[in-house]
């Protein structure tokens, strides 16, 4: 299956705590191992890396690859349009950054209830599908992070869009919240092919409790947790690519051997990997993917994700490593606001795509780790 996507939102760092300071050695050099083994989509948008991203894949990809070896997605950032003349700017602008004429695939980023309204207000979907008449763009579709009804109601109404770009992993299948089965199953009755992202969730798939790992040894010994959460997106037929972020070239070798070696999951493989799913709700407390997008509006400069991923890991090991979490917490906290710094001003809580209650959150993350050591 050579459905692997390159999704170019986590890439390797020189400073863990700026995503600015990409590792561009590193990222021409995953890029390179990428290629030599037959793959070639790669996935960006604006705000990945703080606007950097699309720079990055001109420097590592556009500048060092023909044009036909690859194949590229870019996203409209709906998120940031106020006008409709914004959307040609930015157009341009991502051009521009890509180093690039014609983008493969351009995306709507992030339909939901209120960035489709403002879709709708500023001719958004229209916008794309003059830029592909025009051969601007080869393939037009959206990224989507709401519930099945309205992703339902979308595809009705906008019947030109050609692929749709979804969250689905094991974990989100059956969430109520996600619904990734249930946007997955409409987007197929309305003959769409789906590119998933988020397979691994943001890295919450890539290391499991004991007890799941058991349950999934049986059946493929010594394969990943990462790879069992690939292949579940992986096997249906229905999907076109599966997006990863990696970050380093451990994880993209390990990526590469699971799309070249293994078969698609069996029926009964997938059922253990919704029981894996059960185990693990019990044990995630914040289902938080790391994408970063509370982030830039934060007035107080709060390092969101990164509390709650500490928040997690404390839950999921027990107060024994309370020692070491609060140590990285401190850390962060000479550079950015800590969790009880939030002013409550929502701002956050408009840009996550997993509709976080993001404020209850930082005030659980401030209760248990912003106590004295005892
Ligand atoms: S609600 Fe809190 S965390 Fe969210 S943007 Fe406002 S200050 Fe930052
Ligand atoms: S809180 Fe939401 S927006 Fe922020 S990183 Fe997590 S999933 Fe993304």
Not at 300 to 305: E, S
Not at 316 to 341: I, K, M
Request: charged share 25%; aromatic share 10%; glycine share 6%.
């Amino acid at each position: 299956m050579k459905k692997l996507g390159f999704g170019l939102m986590r890439l390797p760092l020189m400073d863990a705590d700026d995503p600015k300071k990409i590792d561009r050695e590193a990222v021409c050099r995953m890029v390179d191992l990428f290629m030599e083994q037959g793959f070639g989509y790669f996935d960006t948008a604006y705000p990945y890396h703080e606007g950097l991203s699309e720079t990055v894949f001109q420097e590592a990809v556009a500048k060092r690859y023909p044009r036909n070896a690859y194949t590229i997605t870019d996203k409209l950032p709906l998120y940031l349009l106020r006008k409709e003349e914004e959307m040609e700017q930015i157009f341009q602008q991502q051009l521009n950054r890509l180093g690039l004429d014609f983008i493969d695939y351009y995306w709507l980023h992030n339909v939901g209830t209120a960035s489709y309204a403002v879709a709708q207000r500023l001719g958004a979907f229209e916008f794309v599908r003059k830029k592909k008449e025009q051969g601007k763009v080869g393939h037009i579709g959206f990224s989507f992070h709401d519930r099945a009804d309205l992703l339902d109601r979308v595809l009705m109404e906008h019947p030109e869009m050609e692929f749709v770009q979804l969250q689905l992993n094991y974990l989100d299948w059956e969430d109520t919240n996600v619904q990734a089965r249930l946007c997955y199953e409409a987007a197929i009755r309305h003959g769409k092919q789906v590119m998933v992202m988020e397979p691994v969730k943001g890295g919450t798939l890539a290391s499991l409790p004991p007890q799941a790992k058991e349950l999934l040894e049986q059946y493929r010994p010594g394969l990943s947790p990462a790879g069992w959460a690939l292949l579940f997106a992986a096997s249906r037929k229905e999907v076109a690519m599966v997006l990863s972020g990696m970050s380093d070239r451990q994880q993209m070798e390990e990526n590469l051997l699971v799309m070249e070696n293994q078969p698609p999951l069996t029926a009964r493989e997938e059922q253990t990997l919704l029981q894996v799913a059960e185990i693990l709700r019990e044990k995630i407390a914040i289902p938080c993917t790391a994408c970063r997008y509370c982030v830039a509006g934060c007035p107080k400069h709060i390092a969101i994700p990164d509390y709650f991923s500490l928040y997690n890991s404390l839950r999921r090991f027990g107060p024994e490593q309370w020692g070491n979490v609060s140590a990285y917490y401190n850390n962060l906290t000479q550079t950015h606001g800590g969790a009880s710094d939030c002013v409550g001003c929502g701002a956050c809580e408009a840009h996550c795509p997993q509709h976080l209650p993001i404020r209850e959150h930082l005030h659980q993350v401030a209760v248990a780790l912003e106590r004295d050591e005892n």
